[in-house]
């Protein structure tokens, strides 16, 4: 049994009830080639999973649906062996958005809950569920009420939905149900209430049983008031933009323009269990949370921290009432897709910063007067697609057969899904017999060479003999790429000085440890902003154009910057500047370093190792070879690749003059297509990936402990 008391939750034992504060997880289960409803049918794999979570200190696992029967059977299973380290569920009930935004929409409503009642009988083991598409299902018999501590309805809505549905029924609302109330507020405030009253008022009449419940919010939903974050109308305003100068079609996402308060709701005398308040709180977004005054101010007990001035603010406003952080956590992708400046950003953490800041994070939440913390999530699930990358991850049903390390949402995973074979797989820094097992595709000419390449679902691998002694004081490496079709691209490389008869989208410049880069044939790079001669709409966003290899001959490779920070105003008239970063930056070092390392170079065996990622060579689908070929009446488009041809030049890092190349130039001093080599891969439908669990088990266990 549990309730909710005062700030926090209480769970009953034989001795009564006790305090109970939530360290948990949320158990996403989608294994790499799997979409989310593709589910693990065996109770071994979830007992496992379990087994872990509970040895790393966890004492829940959040659910966000209905998994198939096995992981239940797996889950009393556990507890009845393991009562001392027993896990607890947090039961979620899905939805999508309703049609038309109208959650009072009748068929919407009515599959909605029915999947309230479906959640609630198989938790008592009491459920015959019919299989569907996108959905788990079959005979639910393993009971596990006895360690279900609540239930968290809904998903994070969409503002425009709430506020559209707040719209249509203007005006002051009320609820009063058998066990929650509220006595005024908008007609989504009154929704959520009936909707979670419905539920339990089920399970009490049918089971006789209650427990503590919650919807989802989430901070662009959250009651504060934020004066750094305009609405889309005002942000036009304070620009002098015409309304219709934005060049989305979309509705618009404001962050701080309509709220869901479950403050507002209260429990009446015959719900003994009690509700919560459940929200997703990231570090990095909305833009609030970073550019808020007093956020930046704040100062846990561990220094400067705008997520735990954000988080106890919300504490706050949430007094007398359990808060749940249902989600948090930053991603270990090499990609980043919104900055945050105390540099938890969404991405670009190696796995040792990512443990760090997840810990930190775990701290702060219990600093705050939450009531617990559920990280997200258990682990990297590659089916998962981020904003910024997400028109480039094409088909986009193909996206769990590859691992894309440009993409923060597939890198959550305290657990990771790697791509290629474990003890296989090229690692940086690590045995050069593994590089040199790679196939070779240039052949060896005049002492120099060869060039060997490999692949696995996340990376393309270099390999290169290079002199021990090499001096990155006076010499720099270039590694040009083709990788779209031979008559398109750069074909004047190595900074003017060399002619090439094929052209190149890319060219991996290397001048010393510190400063190295992948840099991009302009017409191909996908995210040229607006300084560079393109226009832009009323928010300072770069309009996109068709980003599509073209023959040039001027010598040109732009850098790979992207922004991800887009300019805005708040509505106190305050301008923030555009941020971003330049993501073709190559990282030195070895893998046991940093799991961002992309190049090194082995002085012992003489070898230069690169690894690219599939995403950051406009490759949209590799196990297909489709690679971008935008068109300005097709975006997004791609084609198919008839392979690789990739070349390395060495040349004196002051005059530029050419060392050695690889293929051999020819006698006139240019570099013939026909000495390059293609480079093809096997395609694949079925991905090979491995499991390793990150350095954030570690530091989680050893927080969860204190």
């Known amino acids: 049994m549990s309730r909710t008391r005062g700030d926090g939750f209480e769970v009953r034992d034989r001795d009564g009830w006790s305090p109970f504060y939530v360290k948990g997880v949320n158990l996403g289960v989608a294994l790499p080639g799997r979409f989310p409803a593709e589910f693990p049918a065996d109770s071994a794999t979830y007992g496992g999973w379990l087994a872990a979570i509970a040895a790393m200190g966890g004492n829940t696992v959040r659910l966000y649906t209905i998994l198939p029967p096995t992981f239940y059977v797996a889950l009393r299973a556990w507890n009845l062996a393991h009562a001392d380290r027993a896990l607890w569920l947090m039961h979620g009930v899905w939805a999508e958005l309703p049609p038309n935004n109208d959650f009072d929409e009748p068929d919407w409503k009515a599959e909605f809950r029915r999947e309230m009642l479906r959640v609630v009988d198989l938790v008592h083991g009491s459920a015959e569920v019919q299989t569907r598409p996108g959905h788990a299902g079959g005979r639910y018999y393993a009971d596990v009420s006895a360690w279900t501590l609540g239930y968290v309805v809904g998903r994070e809505w969409e503002p425009y939905a709430v506020q559209a549905f707040d719209e249509r029924r203007r005006g002051p609302h009320r609820y009063g149900g058998e066990y929650l109330v509220m006595r005024r507020g908008t007609a989504s405030d009154a929704w959520m209430a009936e909707q979670c ?23 662009t939903l959250d009651p504060l008031s934020h004066s750094t974050e305009s609405s889309s109308e005002e942000e036009r305003r304070l620009r002098g933009a015409p309304a219709e100068a934005s060049s989305s079609s979309r509705p618009s996402h404001d962050e701080d323009a309509v709220s869901l308060d479950a403050m507002l709701v209260w429990p009446t005398a015959r719900n003994t269990a009690g509700w919560f308040a459940s929200y997703h709180v990231y570090p990095y977004y909305p833009d609030f949370m970073n550019l808020d005054p007093g956020y930046r101010r704040a100062r846990s007990s561990e220094g400067a921290s705008s997520f735990y001035g954000y988080l106890r603010e919300l504490k706050q406003h949430h007094r007398g009432m359990p808060l749940l952080v249902a989600e948090y956590g930053v991603p270990s992708s090499r990609g980043i897709a919104h900055l945050q400046p105390q540099g938890w950003h969404h991405g670009g953490h190696d796995e040792r910063a990512m443990a760090a800041i997840d810990a930190r994070m775990t701290r702060e939440i219990r600093e705050s007067g939450a009531a617990g913390g559920v990280l997200f999530a258990w682990m990297d699930e590659w089916f998962k697609r981020n904003w910024l990358v997400a028109n480039y991850e094409t088909p986009p049903d193909h996206t769990p057969r590859w691992h894309n390390a440009m993409d923060p949402e597939q890198h959550y995973g305290i657990m990771a899904h790697r791509g290629g074979l474990p003890g296989r797989r090229p690692v940086l820094g690590g045995e050069a017999a593994r590089w040199l097992a790679l196939p070779e595709l240039q052949p060896a000419e005049g002492g120099v060479g060869p060039l060997r390449v490999g692949h696995d679902e996340a990376y393309v691998y270099l390999a290169f003999p290079l002199a021990p002694d090499l001096g990155w004081d006076t010499v ?40 190295a880069q992948l840099r991009i044939t302009p017409d191909y790079n996908p995210y040229q902003p607006a300084s560079q001669g393109r226009r832009a709409d009323a928010f300072g966003r770069s309009i996109r154009h068709p980003a599509a290899s073209t023959a040039r001959d001027d010598g040109r490779f732009d850098s790979l910057f992207v922004t991800t920070n887009r300019a805005r105003y708040g509505r106190d008239g305050a301008f923030f500047p555009a941020q971003g970063y330049n993501r073709g930056r190559l990282r030195f070092g070895r893998d046991s370093e940093t799991t961002l390392a992309d190049w090194y170079h082995d002085t012992v065996a003489g070898l230069l190792e690169i690894r690219l990622p599939w995403g950051l060579l406009n490759v949209t689908d590799p ?7 935008e068109q300005p009446s097709a975006p997004f488009a791609t084609t198919s690749t008839s392979g690789f041809r990739i070349g390395v030049v060495v040349q004196h890092s002051k005059d530029a003059a050419l060392i050695r190349t690889l293929p051999k130039t020819a006698a006139d001093g240019t570099w013939p297509a026909v000495s390059f080599r293609t480079w093809r891969w096997t395609r694949w439908i079925e991905p090979t990936a491995h499991a390793e669990l990150k350095p954030v088990y570690d530091s989680l266990r050893a927080v969860w402990a204190r």
Not at 213 to 218: L, V
Not at 623 to 629: D, E
Request: proline share 6%.
């Open 197 to 219: 009253d419905y539920m339990l008022a089920y399970e009490a009449e049918t089971y006789g049983a209650l427990r503590p419940i919650a919807y989802t919010n989430w901070p």
């Open 476 to 515: 720099n490496v270039q590694i040009a790429l083709d990788t779209y079709a031979p008559g398109l691209g750069q074909r004047r490389l190595a900074g003017g000085a060399l002619d090439s008869g094929i052209g190149m989208e890319f060219v991996v410049d290397l001048r010393a440890p510190d400063d």
């Open 623 to 629: 196990s297909t070879a489709r690679v971008l070929a």
